[in-house]
């Protein structure tokens, strides 16, 4: 299966052209707004043909699929673009800038009949599918709270847009907030209600937030407390779901390999619990493919990405308002 990348990206190179791979897929294409840096990167990374005109991409036949990992602000108009060419799709997190402009690429998707998916790596993670697993066996009970540490130290080569650029979609919360969305969703089964948060600068953030803790409510009563941040250099990373018969604890698994510690803590007393070790990108592109050939669905679906930046964009209403908002999935 033949993709294009859109978007000459590090996540582009550092995970994703390694995932296509690796499930026998080939980025046969890359199309970035720079010229000089998409050949540069084509010939770094053994890409056929680079582009700066998506138009010329998507008019190729022997293209199937793209992967959309430019800025956050380019997503929706390359994902509608590539949608009306007939091409199966993976776009990158946040999906867009607004709740109504990615409901709009998921509708779309479904009109044109192509497969959309949002890469939220973290929910491929083993760790979490066994956190998940445990749950929906009632191992802790009923789950009463939750606390997702994601505060990490943006390393120097991301900091970029992410730290300076509002209009490219930079900031903590479209960044990480929108992933513990996504991982908290996925683990519960739930989308939460209404959220309370505070979010500032703590020394990185130019402009943008770098910092936000937040507290959400899930429909059952349950509630979540969430902490993301990009200047926190020895915070590590984990999360926590508390329940009336016991704890899960995970340390180190809000990232993006397969690492981390998982524990279950019951009045039996304290266990790990072991999980798989495959590629968090590559177990998702597996599911798109899959996907294309009318095997299952992906791992995250469009619908996902709407809803994990609802979620988001309700917490910087929520930080910014100092009020309790809704969140609006804007009926997706
Ligand atoms: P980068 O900053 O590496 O790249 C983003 C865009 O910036 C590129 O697509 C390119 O524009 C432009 N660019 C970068 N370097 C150069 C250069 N040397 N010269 C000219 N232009 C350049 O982005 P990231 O990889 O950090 O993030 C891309 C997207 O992926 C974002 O939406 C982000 O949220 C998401 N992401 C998702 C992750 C996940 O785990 N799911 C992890 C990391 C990022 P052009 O589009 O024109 O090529």
């Known amino acids: 299966m033949n993709w294009g990348l859109i978007g000459a990206s590090t996540i582009a190179a550092e995970h994703m052209i390694g995932a296509l791979r690796a499930c026998g ?4 294409w890359v199309v970035s707004g720079s010229l000089p840096h998409a050949q540069r990167f084509a010939a770094e990374h053994g890409v056929a043909r680079a582009g700066d005109d998506l138009a010329v991409m998507l008019a190729d036949p022997g293209v199937e699929a793209v992967y ?29 800038m607004t709740v109504a402009e990615a409901v709009g690429m998921v509708r779309a998707a479904r009109e044109a009949g192509v497969v959309f998916a949002t ?37 120097p080569h991301l900091q ?6 509002a209009g490219a979609g930079g900031g903590v919360i479209p960044d990480i907030t929108v992933h513990d969305a996504d991982t908290v969703r996925f683990l519960t089964g739930e989308d939460p209600v ?3 948060a505070q979010a500032g600068v703590s020394g990185m953030g130019q402009g943008v937030e770098d910092s936000v803790m937040s507290v959400w409510s899930l429909p059952s009563g349950a509630m979540v407390m969430a902490h993301e941040s990009f200047t926190h250099p020895f915070a590590g990373s984990g999360v926590e779901v508390h329940g009336t018969e016991g704890s899960i604890l995970a340390s180190g698994v809000m990232t993006q390999a397969p690492v981390g510690q998982v524990t279950v803590v019951t009045a039996a007393g304290r266990q790990a619990v072991p999980f798989a070790a495959h590629d968090l990108y590559a177990h998702g592109v597996a599911a798109v493919i899959a996907a294309v050939r009318g095997e299952g669905q992906p791992s995250a679906s469009g619908e996902d990405g709407v809803k994990s930046l609802a979620v988001a964009l309700a917490v910087r209403e929520a930080a910014a308002s100092g009020r309790r908002v809704p969140v609006g999935y804007g009926g997706a």
């Open 119 to 155: 890469n939220h790596h973290l929910r491929n993670a083993g760790s979490h599918q066994a956190i998940r697993a445990l749950i929906a066996q009632g191992r802790i009970g009923t789950v009463l709270s939750l606390r997702v540490h994601h505060a990490v130290h943006l390393p």
């Open 25 to 28: 897929a080939d980025p046969v």
């Open 68 to 96: 959309i990992s430019s800025t956050n602000e380019k997503h929706r108009a390359q994902a509608l673009a590539a949608i009306a060419a007939g091409k199966h799709v993976i776009c990158e997190k946040p999906l867009a």
């Open 160 to 165: 970029g847009w992410r730290i300076n650029d």
């Open 194 to 196: 209404d959220v309370v």
